[in-house]
């Protein structure tokens, strides 16, 4: 039989004893609270650096009573979307630590537009906050934004892309590039390396949602290059603010391409061509697609969807928070750069699928 | 600007204010500390009622001061096997809840011996556990010992293998026959729908080491059944104590059926055969392995295992022992069943795998 007993805490009665003062003198020291003489604070620090006391930060944290201010500037979006799983995990985590007097405040901007993700974080910034998540927008208008964090001592923390050369305290999202090489191989094996692809791309003013989806692309490529270098990738162009309808985009792209049969796509709108493909009763089709949405797996139910790639939106949200918690309340050092795993599912395992 | 903020707890003050009566009386009849007269713990209890108090369990936890011992049954098992990241997980959680006096006990048992399993449990049964981690064995053996657990009211957990029947408190571990249908559409994808494939399969003592590894068989073969009806599933069976090597057994195996390239294993042991490919430098051979432990990784990277499925024995081990706090601690109700994701790794995305 194998024991399994971290080292037995000391308590505050043998602290007392040895620093000669009373029980009540040790947890106010402890705790950081007044009315301690200088020279009892002292003896009281000389026992405690004497054992190398661990202090109990849960017990500290409680007992501070202090509450903590923490925001989030995240994209807009609809109930049924993936930022909606981001939000989930967030506000879980600050129900979890619900003892602690942690409020979380959440501001929103447009992913298209620069001067939205701006005009958020300008005003975030007049609230003080103690500590702030961001999922960041275009390197310039983040990096202004991080430079006054920066320079007022806020922590922050990177939820989604990632900007390695902006020192946030660290970042938890999935690494595009290998991700994109992952989905290249999943995508050859589905289609038998077949060598007709097309990648479906969701833009709006011109732009693709994310950073996240143009470093999956550039990953792809690479794969592809490398293992199937005579591979013909077509692109199809949404556009969400178009004249047409989806429908109308999607149609002319299969009647104008009936030989592609594989395809896919770095956003986690796979539903869109899915639901097309379903309409259309069209079974010949393989299609690979990003995240765990409700209309996406409707989609993997019913075979429009070969795999999709999933990557912990809710974990995400709920990891951010508690190391913001763990840094800022019970002051403990963080790891940098957590990268989430790159997940398949198909319909034989998405049940399972922890978020 | 949307603000999350769980509802505020009721200050000990309010309480005693309201049921007229000191701090430390409330206090004490919140944590259940005696010296409390039967006139104030009414009062104080009437009041608690009517504000729907939420108690402050981590609070009440430290205060108490309560020892815990828990306990664990696992199988023998080498420093780099799957049951050593099981067991990581479980330290893990028993360090991270340090502050709250728990103690962890692991015993040992011979997974091809029932026998083994009956001592075992037997043993630890003496030593009044507060709860019980156990990595259930043949039915019958299990049975007789978790009908004692009940009898004596000692909460146990199943950890990798579930036995439904049995109403433990909860299992941590894969739904084995899902996960055989998923490795089977992977292999049939590896494969590009190869219709003869070898299985390989370890036993000792004429058995298998686990009823996991059976019912993955099952749900593959269903699904090979249902879907390529045609293809020839031959067995080899490597005998871990038998008087030939491994090498031995393997090279028999592969001069006799040169023409089979593809294979599959429900055993964490995929890199013996793995490693026996590489010595030959038999690139055509695609095979699939479950778990991640460190000589797998190697063939992984190496080529000679294209996929392995991996089932988070570190998570299980830790979750258990997490919700054995929560249930015994801090008193929390425990959701049933939580069985683990189906985690699809290869080459290009297994170092984001998350224990």
């Known amino acids: 039989m194998v024991e399994v007993n971290p080292s037995e805490k000391i308590r505050i009665k043998d602290i007392a004893e040895q620093a000669g003062v009373s029980v009540g003198t040790v947890d106010r020291v402890l705790h950081g609270r ?36 923490f925001h989030c500037i995240l994209p ?36 298209f537009r620069s001067e939205s993700f701006a005009k958020a974080s300008q005003k975030v910034l ?25 320079k007022q001592d806020i922590p922050f923390i990177f939820l989604d892309s990632n900007i390695p050369e902006i020192k946030a305290l660290t970042f938890y999202g ?42 999956r692309e550039i990953g792809f490529r690479h794969y592809i290059q490398e293992h199937l270098p005579d591979c013909q990738i077509k692109e199809l162009i949404i556009q969400l603010d178009g004249n047409r309808s989806y429908n109308e985009q999607l149609e002319r792209f299969f009647i104008d391409n009936p030989h592609i049969r594989n395809g896919i796509t770095f956003s986690s709108l796979a539903y869109i061509p899915a639901e097309y493909l379903l309409r259309k009763n069209r079974r010949d089709f ?50 940098r750069d957590h990268y989430m795993p790159i997940e398949l599912l198909s319909a034989e395992n998405y049940i399972y699928y922890s978020k």
């Open 126 to 150: 007049q609230e003080k906050p103690d500590g702030i998540i961001i999922v960041p927008q275009d390197h310039n208008v983040t990096e202004t934004f991080c430079a006054k964090l920066i």
């Open 174 to 215: 999935q690494d595009p590039l290998k991700s994109g090489r992952f989905a290249a191989r999943i995508l050859m094996l589905a289609s038998q390396y077949c060598k007709d692809i097309v990648l479906i791309k969701f833009m709006k003013n011109n732009r693709i949602a994310s950073k996240q989806q143009e470093f």
């Open 286 to 335: 393989s299609l690979v697609g990003y995240d765990m949405i409700e209309r996406n797996v409707e989609c993997l139910q019913k075979g429009s969807i070969s795999f999709l790639i999933a990557q912990h939106p809710w974990r995400q949200g709920y990891d951010c928070v508690k190391t913001m918690f763990n840094h800022v309340v019970l002051k403990q050092e963080t790891p």
């Open 76 to 111: 807009e979006h609809d109930q049924d979307a993936y930022w909606s799983q981001v939000e989930d995990g967030l506000k879980d985590a600050i129900t979890k630590y619900n003892d602690f007097h942690l409020t979380l405040y959440i501001t929103y901007y447009n992913q």
């Open 34 to 69: 007044p009315n301690v003489s200088k020279k009892a604070r002292i003896k009281v620090e000389g026992v405690l650096k004497q054992i190398d006391y661990q202090p109990n930060m849960y017990a500290s944290a409680l007992a501070s009573n202090k509450k903590y201010c």
